[in-house]
């Protein structure tokens, strides 16, 4: 090849002193040729070949290879190394032009090398996440953590090549920058530190919903690496939070509340004070024919009946024990809650005064839904109070809210 190439600088009449210069250029010229030739033969014939008999395949791990982009990686080796097996051939009389161009081919192939085992590791992660018994196990802090040790390995090699050194030389100079070292990657070594204590204490887990007000982060956990985790948050935002930040920190996870089987809520009513009173018995009476109070009624009437006895019937009403708005109307609520489908019975349910205030007495309910979903949640939420304030007249009772121009209108 290189005889016919003089031979024909010769025959067009090219100076001898640069037949020698011209021959080196047209075999690299023909030898970077046949390299992307066979770049593109192997891509567009045995890659899609190989496509096709992945996507035939029944297996789940050859379509990760498709995916991360595997088979493109390795390919883009042969003609790195077709430059590096030939490139001394055909620059033998041009070592000064051969040196840097085969340390760069080396420095190259080194890198994409570095690469392919990247995309391989990027395989093992999906097809771990894929079949995984357990979240609170995650790869993505150790495959970064592979991954950052690979490019390491591949930038000591290089370095090594480009000043002809041994990558021993390099690494017995590493102890005096081990503080620079430190500064550099002390995010990295916090992470890791930070991703081996989450996932020992299973602290937290792809799926879980945590709140880290700090950071504006409310939302599902989407990915922990080495040195973030990502949480989607309600608005489909994503906010990227430091990993050391869950164990420097405090954070919320309601992971406890999915596996519990029950949902706290907890709200208050607010009673205008005002509107408290005592039943008179024909007030009782129509109470009767609801049925949640029928056996509370009757149980109080009777224990009413037995403290009467032995008493003067002309003692004044105020001396006397009688059944009041507001407590009748506690108990109704709690047994109502108790028999309602949609309330978990084997949890805290109950119903409290809190302390009064300007805004009226509050009347706390607190209970848990047996329903997790948020969606559902609030349908289950807004319809048992919906049923509380359409009732509250019934027994007299007035709902607090601050005077509007609906409340001063004269009839």
């Known amino acids: 090849m290189q005889q016919w190439i003089t031979e024909l600088l010769t025959s067009l009449g090219w100076p001898n002193e640069h037949?020698?210069?011209?021959?080196?250029?047209?075999?690299?010229?023909?030898?970077l040729i046949i390299?992307?030739?066979s770049h593109y033969v192997t891509k567009?014939?045995?890659?899609?070949?190989?496509?096709?008999?992945?996507?035939?395949?029944?297996?789940?791990?050859?379509d990760l290879l498709l995916k991360h982009q595997v088979f493109e990686r390795f390919v883009l080796l042969i003609p790195l190394f077709i430059l590096l097996v030939f490139l001394p051939s055909v620059l033998d009389d041009l070592p000064d032009v051969l040196t840097?161009?085969?340390i760069i081919v080396k420095v190259v192939i080194t890198f994409q090398i570095a690469r392919c085992m990247c995309a391989l590791l990027d395989v093992i992660q999906s097809v771990y996440r894929a079949k995984a018994k357990t979240r609170y196990v995650p790869l993505n802090a150790t495959i970064q953590l592979i991954k950052l040790a690979i490019y390491l390995v591949a930038t000591i090699l290089s370095i090594s090549t480009i000043i002809d050194r041994s990558p021993v030389y390099l690494?017995?100079?590493l102890g005096a920058l081990t503080a620079v070292l430190l500064l550099v990657f002390q995010d990295t070594i916090k992470g890791l530190v930070a991703s081996i204590q989450i996932s020992a204490n299973k602290m937290?887990?792809?799926?879980?919903?945590?709140?880290?007000?700090?950071?504006?982060?409310d939302g599902d956990v989407l990915e922990i690496g080495l040195n973030t985790v990502k949480v989607q948050n309600f608005d489909r935002t994503v906010t990227t939070v430091p990993t050391y930040a869950l164990i420097s920190g405090s954070f919320k996870n309601w992971r406890d509340m999915f596996n519990s089987g029950g949902r706290r809520i907890k709200r208050a009513?607010?009673?205008d004070i005002s509107s408290v009173k005592f039943y008179q018995q024909e007030e009782l009476a129509k109470l009767k024919d609801i049925r949640l109070l029928t056996n509370y009624l009757a149980q109080k009437e009777q224990e009413i009946a037995q403290e009467v006895q032995g008493i003067n019937p002309d003692e004044p009403a105020i001396n006397q024990?009688?059944?009041?708005?507001?407590?009748?109307?506690?108990?109704?609520?709690?047994?109502?809650?108790?028999?309602?489908?949609?309330?978990?019975?084997?949890?805290?349910?109950?119903v409290r005064q809190l302390a009064p205030s300007a805004t009226g007495l509050p009347l706390e309910l607190y209970f848990f839904s047996n329903d997790q979903n948020w969606v559902n949640y609030e349908a289950i939420q807004a319809d048992i109070f919906d049923h509380i304030y359409a009732i509250a007249p019934e027994f007299g009772i007035r709902i607090f809210q601050h005077p509007t121009g609906h409340d001063w209108k004269t009839k």
């Open 19 to 31: 037949i020698t210069l011209g021959v080196s250029l047209s075999s690299v010229v023909g030898l």
């Open 204 to 217: 937290v887990a792809p799926g879980d919903w945590i709140e880290l007000p700090q950071y504006g982060a």
């Open 321 to 350: 024990r009688k059944l009041t708005n507001i407590g009748t109307f506690r108990v109704y609520i709690e047994t109502y809650l108790k028999q309602h489908p949609k309330v978990h019975q084997q949890m805290t349910c109950m």
């Open 171 to 173: 690494l017995s100079g």
């Open 269 to 271: 009513i607010y009673i």
């Open 44 to 62: 567009s014939r045995v890659i899609a070949v190989v496509e096709k008999l992945v996507l035939r395949s029944k297996n789940q791990w050859d």
């Open 100 to 102: 840097p161009l085969l």
């Open 35 to 37: 390299a992307i030739l």
